[in-house]
């Protein structure tokens, strides 16, 4: 439990909460999107903590998908010992590598995977191809297989998080699914965006316990996630549960043409999986399942910028 507040002071800087919020724990500083109790958090983690458990869920790395790498973005990821040539890490950048700032940059499907690694504890390889057709008939293609998260096993906390935003915190709106579901609200400063406003982000796992898929929203100055994205991310859940059975043993669909790759979108400025590396730090020890299916946030793998809260 760590008392929070409206703000946090932190060597002669104050940091700003979204909502005056009560002392809270992991799980429900995650429903409620705490900032002030992530401020503290990465603190007393440190840098070096986060970007360890950062780099593990692929955040800084191209995801791997099976797409020219022209046409995706590895966002950017720096932290002390791992920074632009010229560039320095200044104490207050650690706060705010706490709820996903700083000198970070991410894809909304990079965001998805580690949401995705977060519920199932293993970290996907996404792809897009299943088979190749020629002359002798369809050829399998093969896929990476999983990759296991060294922290797995501590990640209860974190899901109970997921699972609380939807009962009682910033997330209310999927609480009508037949099965409970996980998410998390994300509103991200953005001087690119239209009227240099907030860009809107929602991602959400279905269900929570038995992952099946995870989908995100994120809209390029929207706003916030609870308004902008997630009545979308909730009429997709509610689909899919409806459809689960049938959207699940539906074969791929024969190609019909050739399939041409355009130049990868221009890039924008959004959040990271706000604290999600922080929360998973917090949860895994000192260094020393069937994955959910990621859905496709977009065309393109295209780079966005710096997660704040909600």
């Known amino acids: 439990m760590i008392t929070t507040g409206c703000s946090y002071t932190y060597d002669g800087i104050q940091y700003a909460n979204w909502e005056c919020l009560p002392p809270q724990d992991l799980p429900e500083a995650i429903a409620w999107s705490n900032d002030v109790y992530f401020y503290q958090l990465a603190l007393a983690l440190g840098p070096q903590r986060i970007a ?8 800084g790395e191209l995801t791997g998908i099976d797409l ?45 995977r580690w949401l995705d690694a977060v519920a199932t504890g293993t970290l996907v390889t996404p792809y897009l191809g299943l088979d190749v057709s020629g002359t002798g008939g369809p050829t399998v293609l093969s896929h990476a297989t999983p990759a296991d998260l060294s922290f797995a096993g501590q990640l209860g906390p974190v899901d109970e998080g997921l ?14 699914l037949p099965e409970p579901a996980g998410g998390k609200t994300g509103t991200a400063q953005d001087p690119s965006a239209p009227h240099g406003g907030p860009d809107a982000w929602y991602d959400a796992v279905y269900p929570l316990q038995d992952p099946q898929v995870v989908v995100l929203c994120a809209v390029h100055g929207g706003g916030q996630g609870y308004y902008d994205c997630e009545p979308s991310v909730d009429q997709l859940l509610q689909y899919f549960a409806a459809n689960e ?66």
């Open 52 to 59: 360890q458990v950062a780099t593990e869920l692929g955040v």
């Open 245 to 310: 059975a049938g959207i699940m043993s539906t074969p791929p669909v024969p190609p019909t043409g050739a399939l041409e790759l355009g130049h990868s979108a221009p890039a924008f400025s959004a959040p990271a999986a706000s604290p999600t590396a922080a929360a998973a730090a917090s949860a895994s020890p000192s260094p020393s399942g069937a994955p959910a299916s990621p859905a496709a946030a977009g065309a393109a793998d295209t780079a966005s910028g710096r997660r704040t809260r909600r």
């Open 68 to 112: 020219p790498e022209s046409a995706q973005s590895a966002g950017e990821f720096f932290y002390p010992g791992h920074m632009p040539a010229g560039d320095t890490w200044y104490p207050g950048v650690t706060p705010m590598m706490g709820i996903g700032q700083g000198y970070t940059a991410v894809t909304p499907l990079q965001d998805i």
């Open 163 to 176: 699972g609380l935003e939807v009962s009682q915190g910033t997330g209310t709106m999927l609480q009508n």
